[in-house]
RNA sequence: GGAGGUGUCGCCUAGUGGCCUAUGGCGCCCGCCUGCUAAGCGGGUUGAGGGUUACCCCCUCUCGCGGGUUCAAAUCCCGCCACCUCCGCCA
């Protein structure tokens, strides 16, 4: 949710970042009509209500048919503060709706347009030359299959399209992953959580993943519960409805989790492989800070992923997401991609938001300050998403008969592993 | 899933229809006192919204949440949620 004040205070940046997203300005227009329906409304009632109360005080020491006449008058009047009660609570949630569909407003750095429209911020190392190396790369299907590591049939065989099973090494590297990552944010200062999968609606709305991205959530049938495609959702829903002590932050979480998404509208795209699942786990970084601060906060979480996929060492870039692009919540967002040798181009590993007061707002998170009660701000980074990173360490550092070498960060994690062996032909 | 109990301000707690504009304590903040500390004394201390706006001030809502009864609800009634105890089931 954004700031009610700058909406009514400033209409016009806020139609600004409409337009930044490619999005109408209709709905601005329609918030703050409702936001006058509303603030009238809320008058009427509260001048029927205090005349209530004046004549309620009244009636205890009223006698006779003094006391009768006032009885008269309130009977009515309660009638039409019901009314007037009615009537604010209907425009009060018009309001909200419609402040809760206007997206964060892109920070002016985010570039503007679609998906397309993202801009280059640094590309680091170099996507290794198989063609000077002199051999063809497999693909990581191909590679799972020779090292007994990924098994798609199967998957497909008892849950479907879009899963997979992690066998034997394929097992051993989500483990691998998932503790040296947990190290690194352990390190880097961060309370290590594992928190639900399941939440209620409460959690799914106020980190925005009931709106347009709606489609993209399993529910689950008979129960108010879904299942999270993030750990953003438990992350930033485990501080709601809460006044924390502005002294203690940031608060840094990093959660490890199953994610879950439909993939709803992405039918054959990334049909091969676990590039794009319907099931994952990661490895999320959470902080709550002032919004003053979020900005240096969300480099920082930039920086622990840039740190991440170095020691895993994998060529990468760093894109600015352009505002179009942007989930609701997020104000900015980074994206750092990995070069994927046999598709010859980079794809995403990890992603970073900054979500400034958008969710805290919607959550009732909110900090105490030597100024004051404010909302706080929420970011959050991927460290890592085991199914691609797997694809990316095997394709990157896979040797020409078929085995992979296994980065000096990772090997300790991987029982002292240099090389992965094939295990079939 | 069944039965019973509980839910009041950061924490504990008083409050059985109008004098609740919610009590008292702890903690915390400000001040006084004081070699230092502690103690003592005085004051302050839920949050949201609206009006007004330099500050102030006024009003409404907020006793787990939502309804209902009533002129009037923390208080009575109904539903829901959370926690506790017991029973059943279960990894």
Redesign the pocket.
């Known amino acids: 949710m954004i700031d009610?004040r700058l909406l009514r205070d400033d209409p016009d940046r806020v139609r600004a970042g409409q337009a930044k997203r490619g999005l109408s300005a209709d709905v601005v227009d329609h918030a703050l009509a409702a936001?006058e329906q509303?603030?009238s409304s809320?008058?009427e009632?509260?001048?029927l209500?205090?005349e209530?109360?004046?004549?309620?005080?009244q009636?205890?020491q009223a006698q006779g048919e003094e006391k009768q006449a006032l009885?008269e008058r309130?009977?009515t009047?309660?009638a039409d503060?019901?009314k007037a009660e009615a009537a604010q609570?209907e425009a009060e949630q018009t309001y909200r709706e419609l402040l809760m569909a206007i997206p964060n407003v892109a920070a002016d750095e985010a570039p503007a347009g679609g998906e397309d429209d993202y801009a280059v911020l640094e590309e680091v190392g170099t996507p290794r030359d198989f063609a000077a190396e002199g051999f063809e790369p497999k693909d990581h299907v191909e590679l799972g299959r020779i090292l007994g590591a990924i098994d798609v049939e199967r998957g497909a065989k008892v849950s479907g399209a879009r899963f997979y099973y992690l066998t034997g090494v394929g097992a051993d590297l989500e483990l691998a992953l998932v503790n040296m990552a947990m190290d690194q944010a352990r390190g880097a200062g961060f309370t290590t959580m594992i928190p639900p999968a399941l939440v209620k609606p409460r959690a799914m709305e106020g980190t925005g993943f009931l709106g347009q991205a709606a489609d993209d959530v399993y529910r689950i049938e008979g129960d108010e519960m879904y299942l999270v495609g993030t750990s953003e959702v438990p992350l930033a829903a485990y501080h709601s409805d809460e006044?924390l002590d502005g002294r203690s932050l940031p608060l840094r979480y990093a959660a490890f989790s199953p994610c879950f998404r439909k993939e709803a509208g992405s039918y054959g795209k990334d049909t091969r492989g676990i590039i794009r699942v319907h099931w994952f786990d990661k490895v999320e970084m959470f902080s709550y800070t002032t919004v003053e601060e979020s900005e240096a906060e969300h480099q920082r979480l930039l920086g622990w992923e840039k740190e991440w996929l170095e020691k895993l060492e994998l060529a990468y870039r760093v894109i600015d997401t352009a505002a179009g692009d942007l989930g609701l919540s997020a104000q900015r967002k980074f994206d750092c991609e990995a070069w994927i040798p046999t598709q010859g181009r980079y794809r995403e590993l990890t992603s970073t938001s900054n979500c400034t007061d958008f969710q805290a707002r919607r959550l009732d998170i909110?900090g105490?300050f030597e100024d004051?009660?404010k909302p706080l701000a929420t970011l959050n980074g991927t460290l890592v998403a085991i199914p691609r990173t797997i694809v990316a360490i095997l394709e990157t550092h896979q040797q020409a008969d078929g085995s992979v070498r296994v980065p000096a960060a990772l090997q300790p994690y991987l029982q002292g592993r240099k090389i992965l062996e094939p295990v079939v032909g």
């Not at 209530?52 to 005080?57: E, I, S, V």
Request: glycine share 10%; charged share 40%; hydrophobic share 30%.
């Open positions: 009610p936001d509303r603030r809320i008058a009632y509260e001048r209500r205090a209530q109360k004046q004549l309620g005080k009636i205890p009885l309130t009977k009047l309660s503060v019901k609570g006044i909110r105490r004051g009660v």
